[in-house]
T-cell receptor, first 117, second 109 residues
Framework: DTEVTQTPKHLVMGMTNKKSLKCEQH?????MYWYKQKAKKPPELMFV???????INESVPSRFSPECPNSSLLNLHLHALQPEDSALYLC????????????????FGPGTRLTVL | QKEVEQNSGPLSVPEGAIASLNCTYS??????FFWYRQYSGKSPELIMF????GDKEDGRFTAQLNKASQYVSLLIRDSQPSDSATYLC?????????FGSGTRLQVQP
């Protein structure tokens, strides 16, 4: 089973709202990722959690706040977003094998389509 | 120079033909290479990965890697209209994927 689930599928929010995106995997993976994808562009890495610790933050604005409550769950808290933050937000997970890192393969969830008004 | 480069296309091939998708990368330390397929409005779906020089076949798909030339390709045999999508090449030099801009493939019935 290579399933990563994301909720909600679609989200519309105003610039003053606070909302959260959720991601879950039950593959025993120890690395989880958030990507942002604008139309006709490739995914851009935002954050990486490895063994429940934040290991990469790609200089993302503080209005995006990630959280990893446990090894299966990843949240992205949103606050005071701008219209240019509207995009497809993708969660991914990988095994993050410490002894064979080159074989680490990321699997993506279906994404959350976010619209900021 | 972009880290991962792909021709944006569209690459148009007739049904039943071989589609050849190419990708070059700049980091010689790259060790893992991935091809993802992405339909419009959907998330990327893993097609193949390759770590060693040479060819790797999986059904109608063949990935080819040449580390000396810093080149990786994906061949799709017997192309079908359902293969029409954007194909993303991704490289993993530091355990976080770096994507190319993708090549849009159109398979004409």
């Amino acid at each position: 089973d290579t399933e990563v689930t994301q909720t909600p599928k679609h989200l519309v929010m105003g610039m003053t709202n606070k909302k959260s995106l959720k991601c879950e995997q039950h593959m025993g993976h120890r690395a989880m990722y958030w990507y942002k994808q604008k139309a006709k562009k490739p995914p851009e890495l935002m954050f990486v959690y490895s063994y429940e610790k934040l290991s990469i933050n790609e200089s993302v604005p503080s209005r995006f706040s990630p959280e990893c409550p446990n090894s299966s769950l990843l949240n992205l808290h949103l606050h005071a977003l701008q219209p240019e933050d509207s995009a497809l937000y993708l969660c991914a997970s990988s095994q993050d094998s410490l002894d064979r890192p080159i074989t680490d393969t990321q699997y993506f969830g279906p994404g959350t389509r976010l619209t900021v008004l | 120079q972009k880290e991962v480069e792909q021709n944006s296309g569209p690459l148009s091939v007739p049904e039943g033909a071989i589609a050849s998708l190419n990708c070059t990368y700049s980091d010689r330390g790259s060790q893992s290479f991935f091809w993802y397929r992405q339909y419009s409005g959907k998330s990327p779906e893993l097609i193949m990965f390759i770590y060693s020089n040479g060819d790797k076949e999986d059904g109608r798909f063949t990935a080819q890697l040449n580390k000396a030339s810093q080149y990786v390709s994906l061949l799709i045999r017997d192309s079908q209209p359902s293969d029409s999508a954007t194909y993303l090449c991704a490289v993993n030099p530091r355990r976080a994927l770096t994507f190319g801009s993708g090549t849009r493939l159109q398979v004409q019935p």
